[in-house]
């Protein structure tokens, strides 16, 4: 496989990144049902990932009905899963180098929501190749979802990955676009299309459990200082203010932010009582095509 400018190493790491996700994403879709916990399902994941000795690029992320993106549970949260649709979004790091996908599982009744989601993710990946533009990608993405009536959610979109970076350029839109960025190979991009029965469009919820560290500073108060050490070992990744060591750190979180030290994510979300699919998987563009580096991921029973 010719892949450009990407080293051997870097893809020897997508690849274990992806396979490690592939397997934790397996096993943790197989916990999700009624009663059991939301975060039972995302320490479950997130223990293993660390045991297969790899990293997180971000939190489990578990996102319910009208919610998109950016959910992950609280410290000692007791929610439990119901009669819901549940997207979960994993993101794994091999010595920086990142995998990232999701998959939904629905409680609700609305398959073909994501059905949706899916078939419009494998179109999007049967058109990408060198010198494909992103937008012709979006526009696989919007044909599919509006064949099945429902709607892309137009402000999230697909997105390059780079070493330490789980979101940088190319933005891969989940929409047709005109005139957009040519895919080359070596690129890594992470797709994943949004469906609802909304309007299509997400906003900021007021719940914020994801932060990540984007400069450094100073601040006097103590805890936040102590707050402030422990950030180091998340490597400036985002990290969940549950794997905090300081259980009560959301004060001191406060004031990281205050100092734009520390950036919070709201959970996004869909008007109330809507509901959102998710499909992503993450994949190296090379001469002929794509490789998917989280294909595989088991068909649910
Ligand atoms: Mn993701
Ligand atoms: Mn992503």
Known sequence: MSTGSLEDDAIDSYREAGAILVETLTDAREMIEPGVTQLEVAEYAED????????????????????????????????????????????????????????????????????AAEQALDAAINVVGPGVEVGAVGREIEAIIDSYGYTPILNLSGHGVERYDAHTGPNIPNRAVDRSVELSVGDVIAIEPFATDGRGKVGEGAVEEIYEQVGDGTVRDRRARQVLDELERFEELPF?????????????????????????????????GQLVSQAEHTLIVTEDGCEVTTAGIHPFD
Do not use: Q
């Not at 929610?79 to 609700?108: K, R």
């Not at 794997?243 to 994510?265: C, F, H, P, Q, T």
């Open 48 to 115: 293993a990932i660390r045991e297969a000795g790899a990293g997180l690029a971000f939190p489990v992320n578990i996102s319910i009905n009208e919610e998109a993106s950016h959910a992950t549970p609280a410290r000692d949260d007791e929610t439990t899963f119901g009669e819901e649709m549940v997207c979960l979004d994993i993101g794994v790091h091999v010595d920086g180098y990142i995998a990232d996908a999701a998959v939904t599982v629905d409680f609700t009744g609305t398959d073909e929501l994501v059905e």
């Open 240 to 272: 969940a203010a549950r794997w905090l060591d300081n259980s009560r750190a959301e004060m001191a979180l406060r004031r990281l932010k205050m100092a734009d030290i520390v950036k919070g994510y709201p959970v996004l979300k869909e008007a109330d």
